[in-house]
């Protein structure tokens, strides 16, 4: 079955520590995306890609990076300069050529991120 | 700024009963879409519904049905006949052709009892 499967499910970070949240789908879409979610808020958008080797900061971009090597996958590091990493991460795509941006977005699982 | 407003943190329905979220948004955008997203305990985000805003007749997926006044920019949600199954997290959320984005409200949680 076609869907994104993110990896790890729980992450722990040591202070001065980089980690690597991994997103791969399998559903042919051009489009990626990452959000993060902390209680009592809504999703809000980290980082984007709309093609291979191109991605723009969402808005909250500060203390990530991401790369986008392979249509497929779509990875998020988080750096030692995002100094309140604790929150849900989850990676979504979507068809986004032409009309598809009217597609809902398809979700992961998620990979929830604390601090050690 | 592009907003989406979800006035009820909680809510509560007894099963079998009918239960109606709200949501308010604000974009200057004409073309958008609208969605509710279900968040269970499991942290998944599912689909429940969706309306494209050129469209006047409100959507529907089985017991769920939408409430979509353009003019007043508000997308409010109608459970009907609710389970347990469906006590969970809800967002609503929108999306432009100019912006590629979800902008998400900050959820009601929707608890479901006997």
């Known amino acids: 079955d076609g869907g994104i499967t993110q990896s790890p499910k729980y992450l722990f970070r040591k202070e001065g520590q980089n980690v690597t949240l991994s997103c791969e789908q399998n559903l042919n879409h051009d489009a990626m995306y990452w959000y993060r979610q902390d209680p009592g808020q809504g999703l809000r958008l980290i980082y984007y890609?709309?093609?291979?080797?191109?991605?723009q900061k969402g808005d909250i971009a500060e203390g990530y990076s991401v790369s986008r090597e392979k249509k497929e996958s779509f990875p998020l590091t988080v750096t030692s300069a995002q100094k309140n990493p604790t929150a849900f991460y989850l990676c979504?795509?979507?068809?986004?050529?032409?009309?598809?941006?009217?597609?809902?977005?398809?979700f992961g699982d998620g990979t929830r991120l604390s601090i050690l | 700024a592009q907003t989406v407003t979800q006035s009820q943190p909680e809510m509560s329905v007894q099963e079998a009963e009918t239960v109606t979220l709200s949501c308010t948004y604000d974009?200057?955008?004409?073309?958008?879409?609208l969605f509710w997203y279900k968040q269970p305990p499991s942290r998944q985000m599912i689909l429940v519904i969706r309306q494209e805003a050129y469209k006047q007749q409100n959507a529907t997926e089985n017991r769920f049905s939408v409430n979509f006044q353009k003019a007043a920019k508000s997308f409010s949600l109608k459970i009907s006949d609710s389970q347990l199954g469906d006590a969970a997290m809800y967002f609503c959320a929108y999306r432009t052709g100019t912006a590629s984005k979800l902008t998400f409200g900050t959820g009601t949680r929707l608890q479901v009892t006997l």
């Open positions: 979504a795509s979507s068809t986004d050529r032409g009309r598809g941006w009217r597609q809902p977005q398809h």
């Open positions: 890609s709309q093609i291979v080797n191109d991605f």
């Open positions: 974009t200057s955008e004409s073309d958008y879409y």
